[in-house]
């Protein structure tokens, strides 16, 4: 069964060098759910996440994401994130950090980042695009979903995709989260059907989901609501 911590194991000891902090400790997990590996590949993924207001200050990292890997390979991520100073975005208290990411064993790139308010719509979605060298272009787009503004966007070329997951990360001593995180109309669309996809989704730390269905033979997975209750400081 594919679990969250998987998602991670593509990430690299150290990171590129940013005018934004780097995504370096992965401390305590929050909870999660998550989907994989699948028999196919994942062609794209969208969600629609509405995080909460972010701690008043924060003494650690606390990162929010949803992610696809293998599980050997490079992890697509798109992550909020709250760090002891979140000015490199604009954000002031209360408020998170976006940038779409991509971690491997070249370390970490990203996207341009924005701010984002804690009852904002986050519409998160990855696609697959033209065949290249290696494997293909994977592109994530992330946008306000009532405004369509653009937050971040990222492009690069990475291998098959087997697993989908949610994570919450509060590391080095964070101020956890404070309210529900709220991922809806998840849509995961794999490259061939894959009926037993479904059988592998799993939960943690209190994480719930509603409405999982497929469509086109196995091939379309929906997951209708994801709750992620608040955690504890680590």
């Known amino acids: 069964m594919f679990a969250v911590l998987s998602l991670i194991t593509a990430l690299a ?30 062609i794209s993924a969208v969600t629609t996440l509405t995080p909460g207001v972010a701690p008043s200050t924060q003494g650690g990292e606390l990162f929010l ?14 992550t ?3 760090w002891p100073d979140n000015s490199w975005c604009g954000a002031v208290a209360g408020e998170w950090c976006v940038r779409a990411s991509l971690f ?15 009852d904002d719509q986050v519409k998160i979605v ?30 690069h070329m990475s291998g098959p995709m ?16 404070i309210n529900e995180q709220t991922y809806a109309n998840t849509v995961i669309t794999l490259e061939a059907a894959d009926t037993t ?10 994480a719930t989901y509603t409405g999982l269905s497929s469509s086109e033979g196995g091939k379309v997975w929906t997951i209708a609501t994801i709750k992620v209750p608040a955690i ?3």
């Open 126 to 155: 990855y696609t697959r695009g033209e065949a290249v060298s290696g494997g293909w272009t994977r592109t994530q787009n992330v946008t306000n979903a009532v405004t369509g503004a653009s937050l971040s966007t990222f492009s």
């Open 197 to 206: 996809f479904g059988d592998t989704i799993a939960t943690a730390a209190g």
């Open 13 to 42: 000891s150290t990171a590129i060098a940013l005018p934004a902090p780097a995504l370096e400790a992965r401390d305590s997990w929050g909870g999660s759910v998550s989907l994989g590996p699948t028999k196919s590949s994942i």
């Open 65 to 78: 994401w949803p992610g696809i890997s293998n599980g050997t390979g490079d992890l697509i991520q798109t």
């Open 232 to 234: 504890r400081s680590s």
């Open 104 to 118: 491997g064993s070249f370390g970490q790139l990203d996207g341009p980042y924005s701010l984002v308010k804690g």
């Open 80 to 82: 909020l994130e709250q």
């Open 162 to 177: 087997t697993g989908w997951g949610t994570g919450t990360e509060c590391d080095d001593g964070c101020t956890g989260t």
